[in-house]
């Protein structure tokens, strides 16, 4: 398999190996799909069928047996582009629904320990957020009898949820849609049995159906029309060498927000003074003293990344975002597969607050043929 792309998707598998799994109730609701999900999954069988078999398609797809994380999600998005889909995206953009998604994306096997399946998608906004919102994931769920690893077929989903919305915990279970489909069709539902929506698999042993099958979605990136009035850059074009923040610790959080302990904690990120990336791009993440943030954002450089982390104080009147601590990472300073700490290079001396925040980083290719 590509060994770079199974590092990426690993990192996140082992974040949901050691998660506690919540108490399933099965789904109040009977798993049935509406008139225009059926017909949304099935525009998407035709599109994925002609695009698939035609001669450009065949030859881009082979290029995904060697591609990374960002390089799927790059194709993905070029896909969703081609003249194929010109019909589905009609049918997306004429449906009266209120905020609500489709995805589309990749599926691929690997062994971890355990055997794990990952979706590697990108979510777009329709019905009331259409045009304002968007979503990059990855969707990990333990499967057994890998023999290999590898891609193993492709997913479509309509969602009621907004993209930004579909991290977290869900289970699915496959319904029969009354009439043939090349494909697997699940329906996806909450712990609580709220129905999320419904998927459409393709290739990759959909045969074998799904029997309240578990997962968990990673938000990788989001885009939300939060008033900033711009969409802020995820998407990172490839350089040399690639490493992953693994994890940011706390060991000692800021005490500047009234009544709280907790900082509202993202990062910025720059590859040899290139884009200013933002991450989470549009979120944050409580921490406290003792707190580990296992953010796995990989960053495509060639010499150095300068990092700079935040705690947002939006909510304190008159107040900037706090500057919680300042690293540079240097391609001297790594060695390939093995993880290094840095501590912030910030001087705190003037504070009145005693601040500690590291950042944990691995080297996870370096000198990369483009």
Known sequence: MNTLLETQIANYAGI????????????????????????????????WKEYSESSRGQVELKTITTA????????????????????????????DLPTSSFSFGFNVQIEFIIGFTATIGMAIGIGDSKGVAASEFLTIGITEGI??????????????????DLGGYSWSTEVDIGFAIEGGVAVSYTASGGV???????????????????????????????GDGYLKPAFQPRKNNLLIISSVSC??????????????????????????????TYDRYSMQQGDTWNCGRSVWFDQSVVVHIYDEDNNII???????????INISDLTLGQTKTYNSTKDYSSWDDNIGYAIHVKLVA?????
């Open 16 to 47: 949901y190996q050691s998660m506690t799994s919540q108490e399933v109730i099965k789904s109040k609701q009977e798993p049935a799909l509406t008139d225009s999900e059926k017909e949304v999954l099935l525009e998407a069988q035709k599109a």
């Open 68 to 95: 990374d994380v960002p390089q799927i999600q790059q194709k993905i998005a070029d896909i969703l582009d081609s003249s194929e889909f010109a019909q589905l995206k009609q049918l997306l953009d004429s449906l």
């Open 147 to 164: 023999d290999e690893g590898g891609l193993a077929g492709v997913q479509f989903g309509i969602w009621k949820n907004a993209p930004a």
């Open 196 to 226: 999320l929506g419904a998927t459409l698999t393709i290739g990759g042993g959909e045969e074998d159906g799904v029997d309240e099958e578990e997962s968990y979605t990673f938000i990788l990136d989001s885009q939300e029309n939060d």
């Open 251 to 280: 060991s000692d959080a800021s005490n500047d927000d009234v009544g709280s302990d907790t900082d509202e904690v993202y990062f910025t990120f720059q590859a040899d003074g290139d884009t200013l990336y933002h991450y989470p």
């Open 318 to 328: 008159g107040s900037d975002d706090e500057h919680l601590g300042d690293y540079t």
């Open 366 to 370: 370096k000198d990369v043929e483009n």
